[in-house]
């Protein structure tokens, strides 16, 4: 269960005490869009059309790091903005 979905993966999820992932890695496979927080979705889609996401970090603060199939890591705040690129 994810974000309140149960969704069927064969990546690797990492899940804190209360149920909600910290982690889910692809292993350089695409993540599916459902369980991508849906702003980080849209900001990917309009800015890297042709990159997938191969996995979500949740760091501290609210923030999330992306890693995508270019190779890229994307760090956003817990508002969805963009904070930093790491390429």
């Not at 979905?5 to 350089?28: C, F, P």
């Not at 956003?76 to 930093?84: A, S, V, Y």
Request: glycine fraction near 6%; hydrophobic fraction near 35%; avoid cysteine.
């Amino acid at each position: 269960r994810i974000d309140g979905q149960i969704v069927e993966l064969s990546d690797d999820i990492e899940m804190d005490r209360n149920g909600n992932w910290t982690e889910i890695d692809g292993h350089k496979n695409a993540l599916p869009s459902s369980v991508i927080p849906e702003k980080i979705q849209k900001f990917i889609s309009e800015n890297y059309p042709n990159q997938t996401v191969f996995s979500l970090d949740r760091k501290d603060r609210g923030r999330i790091e992306v890693k995508l199939s270019n190779g890229w890591e994307l760090l956003f705040d817990k508002n969805f903005q963009l904070i930093n690129i790491d390429d």
